[in-house]
Structures are given as structure tokens and as C-alpha cells.
């Protein structure tokens, strides 16, 4: 299983950034995608996920309403997290998570590489 995350950078706060998380190397049609982020001296946290199977969504209380989180409707196995307004509090490295469930192993989680989000003026 490999996750792909890319679209982190600097960015003003108020502004906007796309990340996108690229998932490949598994075929099962049951799993959920999230993001996490961690700040320095922090712990990691879940900031958002998806259902691939009904498209239920989860978003922490901090980020309703500025972050969502979807399937791109071009290439179906990568997931993006629209933000907005960001804040200087949302600074943190982001991760892509995909929990994977077959009738082989039941739920198996995986982390792709971070990408770094830091808002500053």
C-alpha cells in the first residue's frame, strides 16, 4: 500500500491549500481515508476521513467548516482536503491515513509521508 501526499507550502493566514493524498497498491472497496497533522511538541491528531463506501465524512471540531475532505472525481483513488481560512494554529506536518479492511486481515491502517502546511504571515 502506498499513500502519496503532496500540496503542503507556506501560505498567509486566511489563505487557502489543497492536499492531496494519492492511494494505490490495494483493490478492497472497504476502507476510509483520513488526514492528521501534527505541530511541534504535539501530539498527532485527527484533523479529517472519508468512507470509501458511502462517502460519510469526519471533521474535527476545529476545522468544521474551513477543511473538506473528498474524492477526486477524475481519479478515484486520490482523496483531497480543501482548506480554507487557515490559521496559524493549523501549522503542522499533514498525513495521509488509509485504514483497510479485507476478510483476510480485518482493519489494517497505513501512513504515507507528511507534508509540511506552515501559516505565517
Known amino acids: 500500500v502506498q499513500l502519496q501526499a503532496s500540496g503542503g507550502g507556506l501560505v498567509q493566514p486566511g489563505g487557502s491549500l489543497k492536499l492531496s493524498c494519492a492511494a494505490s497498491?490495494?483493490?478492497?472497496?472497504?476502507?476510509?481515508i483520513g488526514w492528521f497533522r501534527q505541530a511541534p511538541g504535539k501530539a498527532r491528531e485527527r484533523v479529517s476521513c472519508?468512507?470509501?463506501?458511502?462517502?460519510?465524512?469526519?471533521y474535527e471540531e476545529s476545522v468544521k467548516g474551513r477543511f473538506t475532505i473528498s474524492r477526486d472525481s477524475d481519479k478515484n483513488t486520490v482523496y483531497l482536503l480543501q482548506m480554507n481560512s487557515l490559521e496559524p494554529e493549523d501549522t503542522a506536518v499533514y498525513y495521509c491515513?488509509?485504514?483497510?479492511?479485507?476478510?483476510?486481515?480485518?482493519?489494517?491502517?497505513?501512513w504515507g509521508q507528511g507534508t509540511q502546511v506552515t501559516v505565517s504571515s
Open positions: 472519508i468512507s470509501s463506501d458511502d462517502g460519510t465524512t469526519y
Open positions: 491515513h488509509a485504514n483497510i479492511w479485507t476478510p483476510a486481515t480485518g482493519s489494517v491502517g497505513y
Open positions: 497498491g490495494f483493490t478492497s472497496d472497504y476502507y476510509n
